[in-house]
């Protein structure tokens, strides 16, 4: 268990980390410039994020041995430094500005590619994007990860839950339907149109069950539509989106299958819903959402064969900088997810919400090109546990966090 000295002690060193930024004179506009190569025109862009993180709490789940029911355990990693990412982007046009392109590679731990995007330009308003890219679904997932004002992505875009469910339930791997809302990045095609009213994206992509993979597993595809409208007050987005997905089930496939013919058995998914962007410019901001996905078992006769999960969140911030000439944020963020709203114990236990709830402040230096962040994130989970004497339960883990981070980009 930590010491109070050893917390307070940690604690000091993140709250110097972001005041040592306090005397530091903002730098001049970086130009945005292109520069002519062979047929075209080319880019270069980047994100460097890494800090420290400190564990408030330190419990993790884990599974008693022999009988595999669900346990608190000790973490002994209190806190660490870490490189949350190291991205290089390269963008630009080819022969005319009607064609472009966009790649962007991933350094930490391992090299891999993240996006690899063409652009055609020949229909007015309109972009149709072809390649490996983020589909324009929800508010903060096709964002640059150096432009989400705190720390870590909302709730709803992580996937926290299923390593909970492996350890609620004794199954391993987690189902599919305790992934993430966000598809993430997808292969596929989408037409996005832009004008002063309204922006629209429609796309076919590989599926969300194939996120990180460049071909696909079955002949169902997914399907969006979403649609962005600005009303008359300055800075105000609403958003709404639908998400169609038919991810292959291997399971139900292969109880169809005979004869050494494959049969195909899919999923059917729905994730809808929608939110609320506000950029003031007296500094406000303010963002929320909302959304819901239906999850239908290819198997009729499976236990569960529908999943029901909601999600939301509600956030805002102050940049004190347009009032004052002081260039700090304060920011928090409410995150709740609800996996299954029936609450059925064959799906990993009759209270599975999460909520988290996190605080924020920036330092901007240079706008998020240069900055330095401190976030404090609260996290409650209903379901109940053995505590880790083995003896008598417990609802959720001791596991609140501090995050220190310094961002470059550029």
């Known amino acids: 268990m930590r010491t109070l000295s050893t917390a307070a002690w940690i604690i000091a060193v993140l709250g110097a980390f972001l005041l040592t930024g306090a005397g530091t004179a903002s730098a001049e506009e970086l130009p945005e410039a292109a520069v002519n190569v062979g047929i075209g025109t080319l880019r270069i862009g980047g994100l460097l994020q890494a800090g420290i993180d400190y564990r408030i709490g330190d419990e993790s789940i884990g599974l008693t041995d022999p009988d595999q029911n669900a ?8 806190y660490e430094f870490v490189l949350r990412r190291a991205r290089l982007n390269f963008g630009g046009h080819v022969v005319t500005s009607r064609i472009g392109y966009f790649l962007q590679a991933e350094f930490v731990e391992e090299v891999r590619l993240l996006d690899a995007e063409l652009k055609f330009h020949y229909i007015p308003d309109t972009t149709i994007r072809i390649g490996r890219f983020l589909p324009n679904f929800t508010i903060f997932m096709p964002r640059s990860a150096a432009d989400l ?18 350890a609620l339930t004794g199954s391993s791997p987690a189902p599919a339907w305790t992934s993430p809302f966000g598809p993430w990045r997808q292969t596929g095609l989408a037409f996005a149109v832009r004008t002063k009213w309204i922006d629209a994206d429609v796309g076919v992509f590989n599926g969300a069950d194939n996120g990180d993979d460049y071909g696909d597993n079955n002949a169902g595809k997914d399907f969006l539509i979403a649609v962005a409208g600005r009303p008359y007050l300055r800075g105000m987005k609403l958003y709404a989106g639908l998400w169609y997905g038919m991810p292959l089930n291997e399971a139900a496939s292969a109880a ?17 819903g929608g939110g609320i962007e506000y950029i003031a410019d007296f500094g406000l901001r303010v963002f929320a959402e909302f959304y819901q996905r239906e999850w239908q078992m290819a198997d009729e006769n499976a236990d569960p064969d529908n999943i029901t999960s909601m999600t939301g969140y509600g956030m805002a911030g102050f940049n004190l900088g347009t009032l004052t000439g002081v ?3 304060f920011l928090a963020r409410y995150d709740w997810l609800d996996p299954d709203t029936r609450n059925s114990d064959a799906r990993g236990g009759k209270d599975d919400e999460l909520t988290y709830i996190t605080g924020g402040i920036n330092y901007y230096i240079h706008g998020n090109n240069a900055m330095l962040s401190l976030n404090y994130i609260y996290r409650s989970e209903r379901f109940e546990i053995l505590k880790k004497s083995g003896e008598g339960t417990q609802n959720g883990l001791s596991n609140d966090e501090v995050k220190a981070q310094v961002q470059i980009a550029f």
């Open 71 to 78: 346990i608190a355990k000790d973490r002994y990693d209190l």
């Open 149 to 166: 004002y705190l720390i870590e992505y909302p709730l709803m875009l992580q996937n926290p839950h299923a390593a909970y469910y492996e």
């Open 256 to 272: 169809e299958t005979s004869g050494g013919k494959f049969k195909e058995k899919d999923d059917t998914v729905a994730i809808f």
């Open 327 to 329: 260039p700090v944020e």
